[in-house]
C-alpha cells in the first residue's frame, strides 16, 4: 500500500506518477470566435456566458491567452488551492493564469481533476504553493509537474469518475433545493417585513424628521476618520451594518471623536448607509456605549412615542427603500443626502401599534431563523459528506462498482 502526500493510502494495485508522467501541457492559439473560459472554485470549467459574467476584471489587450477545448484537464494557478480545477465543458480561451493538460492514454481526465481538487481542498497544495497575494496562492505548471498522483488502471478510474459524475451531481441538485427554500424563505420574510411595516395600515403618513429625537436630529458621521487609533473610539462604516459586532469595528483618536460628538452613536440609535448600500440599517448594541460614525453613514434617534425597533424594521420596508433609490444621486458613486433622508416619508401607527407589531414580527422572525437555521445545516451536510465521498473513492477505500453514494444523504432530511 502506497501514501500520497494529500490523500493518504492507496489500494496495493494502484501505482503513483508524478504528474508530468501523466499530463501533457497544451499551449494552443486563441481562435477569432473563442469566448472566455473560466475555472471556477466549485471545480465546473466553463465559459463564462454560461455562468454570469459580472465581477470579473476583462483584459483590454488579453496578452498570452490560450485556446482551451472540450475535455481539457484545466487548474487555475491562483485559485487551485481553492478548488479552481477541472474538466472544460466548453471551448474557448483563458488567461495565462491558467494552465491546461490533455491526459495520455491510459488516464481519465475527470478522475484526475477528482483527485487534484481532494489534494487542494485537503490544504496540500498550499503547502506547495508560492504565495501571492491574500487567500491566493501560486500553484503552477512547474509545481504541479512534481506532484505525485494515485493512478488505478483506467477502465477503475473511469468507474470511479462516472460514479462520482453521478452521485457528486445527485447531492448538488439537493443543496439547490435547499438554496432555492433559503431564498425563499428569505423572500418571504421580507414579504411578512414590508406587510407589517409598510403602508397596509391606515396611518398618517409623515417625514422621518418627525420621528425623531429633536435635540438628536438626523446628522451625518465624521468627515475624516483618521488613522487608526488601537486604543481610540469605534466608529460604525457602512461595510459594518450588514453585521454590526464591536470588536470588528476600526477606532479614532478620542480628539477626533470630540470634534465629532455631534455624530455620537448610543445603544439602541439606528445607523442607516448613505452611500454604496443605500438605506442598509442595523441598530447600535449595548456593548457600544461610546462610538461614532463615518460620513457614508447617518444616525437616526427614535423620538419620545416611536419605538426604535419598530423605527428599525420600518426603514427596512419596500416603500421606505423605494423612496430611498429615488431620492439617492450619482451614477456610478449614488449618494442619499441627509435633507433627503429626513422627508422620507413613513407611515406612524400608535405607540401601542408599534409594539403590537414588532411584537408580531418576532415571532415570525423566529419562525423564519428556525427553519434557515435547519437548511443551512442540511446544506452544509450535505457539502461535508459530498467531499467525503469523493476523497473515499478517488482513494479506492471502496468499490464503486458496488457501492452506492445515496446513503450520503442519510440524516439530512431529504
Not at 491574500?134 to 460514479?163: C, G, K, M, W, Y
Not at 461595510?239 to 480628539?255: A, F, I, N, Q, V
Not at 420596508?317 to 416619508?345: H, K, M, P, Y
Amino acid at each position: 500500500m502506497s501514501t500520497i502526500p494529500g490523500l493518504g493510502n492507496i489500494p496495493s494495485h494502484w501505482t503513483m506518477e508524478r504528474a508530468k508522467w501523466l499530463l501533457g501541457r497544451q499551449r494552443r492559439a486563441v481562435r477569432p470566435d473563442d469566448g472566455i473560459v473560466t475555472a471556477f472554485r466549485d471545480g465546473e470549467v466553463t465559459l463564462r456566458s454560461n455562468r454570469r459574467t459580472e465581477g470579473f476584471t476583462n483584459a483590454i489587450h488579453e496578452i498570452g491567452y490560450q485556446g482551451i477545448r472540450e475535455g481539457d484537464l484545466v487548474v487555475h494557478g491562483m485559485d487551485g488551492f481553492a478548488g479552481a480545477i477541472g474538466v472544460s465543458d466548453s471551448d474557448g480561451k483563458a488567461s495565462p493564469v491558467v494552465h491546461t493538460y490533455v491526459p495520455n492514454d491510459d488516464v481519465d481526465a475527470r478522475y484526475m481533476a477528482y483527485a487534484l481538487r481532494t489534494m487542494a481542498l485537503s490544504g496540500y497544495v498550499t503547502t506547495l504553493a508560492k504565495g501571492i497575494r491574500e487567500r491566493s496562492t501560486s500553484f503552477d505548471a512547474p509545481t504541479l509537474a512534481n506532484v505525485h498522483l494515485p493512478t488505478p488502471p483506467l477502465a477503475e478510474q473511469r468507474r470511479i469518475a462516472d460514479f462520482l459524475d453521478t452521485e457528486t451531481t445527485r447531492i448538488d441538485a439537493l443543496k439547490h433545493a435547499r438554496n432555492t427554500q433559503v431564498h425563499a424563505l428569505t423572500e418571504r420574510l421580507e414579504a411578512e417585513r414590508d406587510s407589517l411595516f409598510g403602508d397596509t395600515r391606515d396611518n398618517a403618513p409623515v417625514p422621518l424628521m418627525h420621528l425623531t429625537d429633536p435635540y438628536r436630529p438626523i446628522v451625518y458621521g465624521i468627515v475624516q476618520a483618521g488613522p487608526e487609533f488601537p486604543d481610540g473610539i469605534p466608529y460604525i462604516k457602512t461595510g459594518d451594518l450588514k453585521k454590526l459586532h464591536p470588536s470588528s469595528l476600526s477606532r479614532t483618536s478620542p480628539e477626533i471623536h470630540e470634534q465629532f460628538r455631534r455624530a455620537a452613536v448610543h445603544p439602541g440609535d439606528i445607523v442607516m448607509a448613505m452611500r454604496a448600500s443605500i438605506g442598509a440599517v442595523a441598530i447600535v448594541p449595548p456593548e457600544l456605549p461610546e462610538a461614532n460614525l463615518t460620513q457614508g453613514t447617518a444616525r437616526i434617534a427614535a423620538t419620545d412615542g416611536v419605538s426604535n425597533e419598530w423605527l428599525f424594521h420600518a426603514l427596512q420596508a419596500r416603500r421606505v427603500r423605494e423612496q430611498c433609490d429615488l431620492r439617492a444621486v450619482g451614477s456610478t458613486f449614488r449618494t442619499l443626502n441627509i435633507w433627503d433622508l429626513r422627508r422620507i416619508i413613513v407611515r406612524r401607527p400608535s405607540f401601542a401599534d408599534q409594539k403590537e407589531i414588532v411584537a408580531q414580527f418576532k415571532q415570525i422572525e423566529a419562525r423564519h431563523a428556525s427553519l434557515t437555521d435547519k437548511a443551512e445545516r442540511q446544506i452544509a451536510l450535505l457539502t461535508e459528506r459530498r467531499q467525503a465521498l469523493i476523497t473515499a473513492a478517488v482513494t479506492g477505500q471502496f468499490d464503486v462498482s458496488t457501492a452506492s453514494g445515496r446513503n450520503v444523504t442519510e440524516g439530512v432530511g431529504v
